[in-house]
């Protein structure tokens, strides 16, 4: 169980910090929907005759990507008449379908489509989670070295233009780099379980803080302690690591979040 339990911080490490930008930009879905177009991908090179494990498919897979994180960096405008979230969920649903109709000419076909959802995170090798780690490290410098414009264009568009950053170009240097985390990610985590590290962490902080520093370290240590425990029921109950994992994360959000009501009664009272 240790280098599964080590791709998972990995994975709460990367989209902890991705998921605070996620929100404040109110595309709650686009990885979800980035997520099922990397899997289409994937899906794609299955039917190819190419391993789904293999640099092809990856390539493939990210190729997918990079075309929806293109087409979402030029559509993003709050002066549309069509919110971006309805392109997102449109994308989501048309690739989720796709890749349905391409896995029902596959040989075990069910099985693919059940691994596309959940991954398999226990077959991680300890290859995998260290080109996986530095991957995301060199994601991560890059969002280090442009904190600046992602930040402003992610909690306020209007105040990047007047500072004179080129949004849509921003906006696709963030989606892009997010495509690389995403297809990486749903190769060995799954669909279900990627968007489950980006968005309940990032909801969770948010509930107890502004400060982006306080928001990463509340995120982490959820990533890090729902991955325990689930990996923990997992092996106790003999059941799917992935959807049990995302149950734990579910269960932690619900609890946190009444005793954040709780205090909260308490201290108006």
Same mark, same amino acid.
Not at 61 to 72: H, K, P, R, Y
Not at 86 to 106: F, H, P, T
């Given at each position: ?6 791709? $998972? ?30 899997? /289409? ?7 190819? !005759?190419?391993?789904?494990? !293999? ?10 990507? /990079? ?5 979402? $960096? ?35 076909? &069910? ?39 992602? /930040? ?32 990486? &990610? ?6 279900? /379980? ?14 107890? $803080?502004? $400060? ?44 946190? &979040? ?12």
């Amino acid at each position: 169980m240790l280098w599964p339990f080590i791709a $998972s911080l990995v994975l709460a490490g990367i989209h902890a910090y991705l998921g605070l930008h996620v929100v404040e930009r109110g595309v709650i879905f686009v990885d979800l929907s980035l997520a099922q177009v990397a899997a /289409l991908g994937s899906a794609v090179a299955l039917l190819s !005759g190419y391993d789904l494990h !293999g640099r092809s498919a990856y390539f493939l897979s990210l190729g997918f990507t /990079l075309v929806g994180a293109g087409l979402f $960096s030029v559509t993003r405008s709050r002066r549309t008449r069509i919110p971006q979230e309805a392109l997102i969920g449109i994308v989501y649903a048309m690739s989720a379908a796709l890749a349905i109709l391409i896995m029902d000419r596959l040989p075990e076909g &069910s099985e693919h489509i059940k691994h596309i959802l959940v991954g398999n995170l226990l077959a991680v090798s300890p290859w995998e989670v260290q080109k996986m780690a530095l991957l995301y490290a060199f994601i991560g410098a890059l969002h280090w070295f442009w904190r600046k414009p992602f /930040l402003t264009i992610s909690t306020d568009p209007e105040e990047a233009s007047r500072k004179g950053y080129r949004v849509k170009l921003w906006d696709f240097l963030f989606y892009a780099t997010f495509g690389f985390v995403v297809t990486s &990610s749903v190769a060995i985590a799954g669909v279900l /379980l990627v968007f489950t590290y980006l968005i309940v962490p990032s909801v969770t902080a948010m509930l107890f $803080s502004e $400060s982006v520093g306080t928001r990463l370290a509340i995120g982490w240590t959820m990533g890090g302690a729902a991955s325990l425990l689930g990996m923990y029921f997992s092996f106790r109950f003999d059941a799917p690591t992935g959807a049990t994992v995302i149950c734990v994360f579910g269960v932690l959000l619900a609890c946190l &979040s009444i005793l954040r009501a709780t205090v909260l009664r308490r201290a108006f009272k």
